[in-house]
């Protein structure tokens, strides 16, 4: 972020552009601001949505994974064995309380 607004970008543009190539990198951030000069919506601070995704770990992983196991030996292999265990917060009645503004992903 320092780089960004040491090179004179705006704070707001800095955040949305760091937000929205995932903090990769100071040069990704600035190819994502001139790609996105002529863009009207570009200082629009307006709310955006996002889809969060948790990934269990440690003892909450473990009670899923022996879960996971336990269905496949009562239920036999589906669907829901073929991925990474994971919780999407994201549905259509709960689409309001997953917004928030333009900034660090870090900070969510």
């Given at each position: 972020?320092?780089?960004?607004l040491r090179m004179g970008f705006p704070m ?97």
């Amino acid at each position: 972020m320092d780089i960004l607004l040491r090179m004179g970008f705006p704070m707001d543009r800095a955040e949305k552009a760091l937000t929205c190539t995932g903090d990769v990198s100071v040069p990704a951030a600035i190819d994502w601001i001139l790609s996105h000069k002529d863009d009207p919506l570009l200082d629009v601070q307006d709310q955006r949505e996002y889809l969060v995704y948790l990934c269990p770990s440690g003892p909450l992983l473990e009670k899923i994974e022996e879960f996971l196991n336990k269905t496949v030996e009562t239920s036999g292999r589906n669907g829901a064995h073929l991925h990474m265990p994971h919780i999407t917060m994201c549905h259509a009645s709960l689409s309001a309380f997953i917004f928030c503004n333009d900034g660090p992903g870090a900070h969510l």
